[in-house]
């Protein structure tokens, strides 16, 4: 060790080789290895700020990158659910956790704008439920059908789970049981050789060897309406007619078989040329049998109809010496179009446009009077709006 003016100290090794070491101009000869240490009180004190400025930069750089990591954290894509349903089913949350453990972790969308769900379930015989997802600009539409709630919810979480990451769910079913961790390493237990038995006994064929039955069908769904239509026709009677009736509807999934009943309000007359003044009175009652298919689109429903149309029209003389009574029968096939616009669960507002074809075109005359005071048309054209209540 060697000091020098109580300035600089040089600790070296005293197998190196010789070297001369400057200070202060001196040629100061003196043993230094390359691994010395040398100590001078000035320059680390004129070393401490850009050791602090290197320490206050390093930590702006690691306070940056995690403000950076933050943030990417908070815009990762996110799924927003709404489960409108009735409280005896699984709630949303139960349904975000199932879609999660179809993917094997958080259920992020790949989509940078995310995806907006909205679930409607309804319960008509089966349940269902009415599908709405956005993402970005992007909206899907689906419904799904089943027996019971859970199971509706448990199809919304797979559904849910394709639309995010499809891969994923695929892995996730191909993925073999994790085996169990508890009896992994456990050493096999010896299994006792069992008792010799004088006659061996046939087992019975165990439930899992027996050839599988034939599957139960699935349940169809049932729905029962009750209406009042309010209707419109031109062609039956020589003049526009309105009625009111009732009718009653039975639903099988899409197709819907309904019995109707109109009473026409309105009194038709019709007269001839000649004798002035002389002609009939016409009224008619009516019912009808649809046979409809239906499609569902959001709350709408629309499809095509078949009708049959039977009915009694009551024909009075006027104007007569001696008026008579008759009572034909109205009898017409034909189709047409349903729609309906559902305002909820139960309430429902049907339109009927149908175009009705008579079987039998009839003259009505007047005994002692040249030509017919009226004839059937060959077309009969028919609206009916009104109000259903669905069971």
Not at 131 to 158: F, H, I, V
Not at 159 to 174: F, G, H, K, N, S
Not at 181 to 196: C, D, L, S
Not at 303 to 321: K, Y
Request: contains cysteine; aromatic residues 8%.
């Amino acid at each position: 060790m060697a000091c020098f003016r109580g300035r600089r100290c040089v600790f070296s090794s005293f197998h190196s080789a010789p070297s001369l070491v400057p200070f202060m101009g001196e040629r100061v000869p003196k043993r230094m290895p390359a691994d010395s240490i040398a100590y001078d009180s000035r320059r680390m004190k004129a070393g401490r700020p850009c050791a602090l400025l290197c320490l206050a930069l390093a930590a702006a750089l690691t306070s940056s990158a995690g403000f950076t990591k933050t943030s990417w954290a908070q815009s990762t894509p996110s799924l927003s659910l709404t489960w409108d349903a009735p409280p005896e089913c699984p709630s949303s949350a139960n349904v975000l956790a199932e879609t999660e453990r179809l993917l094997g972790g958080p259920a992020s969308p790949r989509n940078p704008g995310g995806l907006t769900v909205h679930a409607r379930v309804a319960h008509e015989g089966n349940w269902s439920v009415s599908l709405e997802a956005r993402s970005g600009s992007t909206l899907r539409t689906r419904n799904l059908r089943a027996q019971t709630c859970r199971g509706l919810s448990d199809a919304t979480a797979l559904i849910l789970a394709l639309m995010i990451d499809p891969e994923a769910v695929a892995i996730r079913r191909l993925l073999p049981a994790a085996p169990d961790e508890a009896t992994e390493g456990a050493a096999p237990v010896p299994v006792p050789a069992p008792a010799p038995t004088p006659t061996p006994t046939p087992t019975p064929a165990s439930p899992e060897s027996a050839p599988p039955g034939p599957s139960a069908p699935a349940s169809r769904r049932l729905g029962v309406s009750l209406g009042v239509p309010f209707s419109i026709e031109s062609g039956s009677l020589p003049e526009l007619e309105y009625g009111v009736g009732a009718n009653v509807a039975l639903r099988i999934d899409s197709v819907r078989f309904e019995l109707s009943i109109t009473y026409w309000l309105r009194t038709a007359v019709a007269r001839v040329a000649e004798p002035p003044g002389v002609g009939g009175t016409f009224n008619l009652v009516s019912g009808a049998l649809f046979g409809c298919y239906q499609w569902r689109w959001h709350a709408f429903e629309f499809g095509p109809c078949a009708e049959l149309d039977a009915g009694r029209i009551e024909a009075n003389g006027l104007a007569v010496s001696h008026p008579a009574r008759a009572y034909p029968l109205w009898l017409a096939v034909g189709g047409g179009a349903l729609g309906a616009v559902r305002l909820d669960d139960r309430w429902v507002i049907p339109l009927h446009l149908d175009l009705l074809v008579p079987l039998d075109r009839r003259d009505f005359m007047v005994q002692n009077v040249t030509g017919a005071i009226y004839q059937t048309a060959s077309l009969a054209e028919r609206l009916a709006m009104g109000l259903e209540y669905r069971f």
